[in-house]
């Protein structure tokens, strides 16, 4: 557990700090160079993934923390469904920009929310509870240092429809290889 918890603050630290420490970032990159300190920044998060799951793999999941409701499952579908389509949505031009200001970070609360809605496990709230209050806080901070938004020009909802059709289909290939890659089968 303590190496998921350590990789779990890792992620959150390390996407913290530009937000947190917009002029000592600066200064790292005036120091070392753009490049070299994307790599560290990657080579810090590579390592905090790794924590993470080797972290998860080695708890034992058997241990309740709470007694997920019944209804518990459905939420964490929809949920988890919405997540996947935020998640995508910083990127290809479209409307949910107009709405929401930070839709993967907001596609990352209903993912973790989604989880916590339907797995009671002491790991199960390190993981989601740790990633969605990251993500929280990590769209307050955005906003603070980045001031007001302008929201971007309304497109067609063709790309909408694109959108939502490539965040279905991402859903759909991890609905169904979940069990694979991450254990528990979210169709039973």
Known sequence: MTRLALGVLLWSVVHLFPAV???????????????PYKGIFTLLLILSLYLIISGWGSTVPEEIFYTAPEWGGHAAGLL???????????YPPNNLKRILRHPQLIGMVCWGAGHLLAIGSPRSIVLFGGLTIWALVEIVLINRRDGEWIKPDKVSHLKDLSL????????AVFLFTHHLMFGGDPLT
């Open 80 to 90: 988890v469904f919405i997540g996947f389509i935020l998640f995508f949505a910083p």
């Open 21 to 35: 420490a917009v002029g000592r970032r600066k200064a790292l990159i005036d120091q070392m160079g753009e490049y």
């Open 164 to 171: 939502v059709l490539f965040g279905s289909l991402a859903f």
